[in-house]
């Protein structure tokens, strides 16, 4: 059975674990074909996602003219195929919430996937977020094309389910891959509980053998890996270390990420004095960011919305304890035998969950990251994650 990827952008430095999960079934004597709408419009600093540009077929990049031929041809050979994805697609379009014209284009792009599909013996398509992709996917699979899946991580595809179509997608969808407990009953919830027989938790993965566990260093160094923006709250965690300092004046925090916040969290270190305690060192290789977690005693993430952090599995796995927020599915990993867990936007918790990692001896530090070394192990295994997915796919 031929199996393709379909992303929104890809790659992306911040979507790493998609690239991850193509290359563990690539392992497992799984070809995978990569689709996507468009480039990621930002530098990819890691040599292994710029490899995997060259793989993947982008469908904005054929041309407007090419994809309207494309669709004119689809109306006339396959006019009932086509009736049936229009129908969707006004459905889609008219929605409150929804985002309108924009899926006359998801129909556009659909035929050309379509179409690509037939001609590459594609019979199956997996897309990660329920959004654009899952829509070209959802389209493309009403004109006769390729069965369809996706993974839903949240948590912005859920802020408005309606809106995003999410019941359709579900409706006719093989199956559902949710990574957490938390999302799969957010979409349980979305589809009054239709379809529940194929919504499946299949959690996100790491490869636990290039994350070796070293123990927690002696120094004061606090490492923070992600896209600098409002939601991971950055800004919050500058300000919750900053009276810190007199208590740790070796402290040390260093970002790893770079975005669109980056101007507003440099304004905040220079205000509070910090130039010499905080670094904004930008995006890093997949072997740079694994360096700044060995190099440091905790791993700090203050966000305000996320799926379930990929960087945290990661730190974990490496042996680092955590301080993280008490949001979406992060306690499903995160929980005080690996760390400390805090609620969102809560700078004083935020500082005393810092200050007690700082402080916390160096055998305390170590038990907690043997416990979520093991906890990842058990749970977040990539080859045997993808595993699982694999097992959905004949089922489509």
């Keep these: 059975m031929g199996v393709s990827y379909l992303m929104n952008s890809y790659p992306m430095t911040s979507t790493t674990f998609v ?26 600093v890691d040599p292994r996602d710029r490899d995997e540009i060259g793989k993947t077929t982008y469908i904005l990049k054929q041309g407007a003219a090419p994809l309207v031929g494309r669709t004119l041809k689809e109306l006339v050979t396959n006019p009932v195929g086509f009736a049936r994805a229009l129908g969707t697609t006004l459905h889609l379009a008219t929605r409150p919430g929804s985002t309108g014209l924009k899926n006359f284009a998801y129909l556009v792009e659909a035929v050309f996937f379509k ?13 990660h977020f329920s959004t654009n992709s899952a829509a070209v996917a959802l389209l493309a699979r009403r004109m006769g094309g390729p069965s369809y899946s996706f993974t839903a991580h949240g948590p912005d595809e859920f802020d408005d389910p309606v809106g995003n179509g999410l019941p359709a997608k579900v409706a006719h969808a093989a199956f ?30 790491i490869d636990l053998d ?20 409002a939601a991971k709250a950055q800004a919050l965690l500058v300000e919750a270390v900053a009276p810190l300092i007199a208590d740790h004046p070796n402290l040390d925090l260093v970002f790893i990420g770079d975005g669109e916040d980056r101007a507003e969290i440099a304004a905040r270190i220079a205000e509070l004095g910090l130039q010499d305690h905080v670094t904004l060192a930008g995006w890093g290789t997949g072997e740079e960011v694994r360096a700044a977690i060995k190099g440091a005693r905790v791993f700090a993430l203050p966000s305000f919305a996320e799926g379930l952090p990929i960087v945290l599995m990661e730190s974990l796995a490496m042996g680092r304890a955590v301080v993280t927020t008490r949001i979406t599915g992060i306690p499903e990993l995160v929980d005080d035998q690996v760390g400390w867990i805090v609620p969102a936007g809560d700078v004083p918790a935020l500082r005393d969950a810092v200050a007690q990692a700082l402080s916390a001896d160096t055998a305390t530090l170590s038990a907690m990251g043997a416990v979520g070394r093991a906890r990842v192990e058990a749970a977040h295994d990539q080859s045997r994650n993808a595993a699982l997915l694999r097992d959905l796919f004949p089922q489509a």
């Design 19 to 44: 690239s991850r999960e193509i290359h563990a079934h690539e392992a497992a004597g799984l070809p995978i074909t990569r689709f996507a709408i468009r480039e990621w419009g930002e530098d990819l």
């Design 115 to 127: 179409q690509m599909a037939r001609a590459q013996d594609i019979h199956h398509v997996h897309a």
């Design 176 to 205: 559902v891959a949710a990574i957490t407990d938390y999302a799969r009953g957010v979409i349980l919830k979305a589809t009054d509980g239709a379809n529940a027989d194929k919504v499946h938790v299949v959690r996100c993965g």
């Design 210 to 229: 290039a994350f070796a566990v070293t123990p927690p260093t002696e120094n004061a160094r606090i490492v923070c890996v992600g896209r600098l923006c």
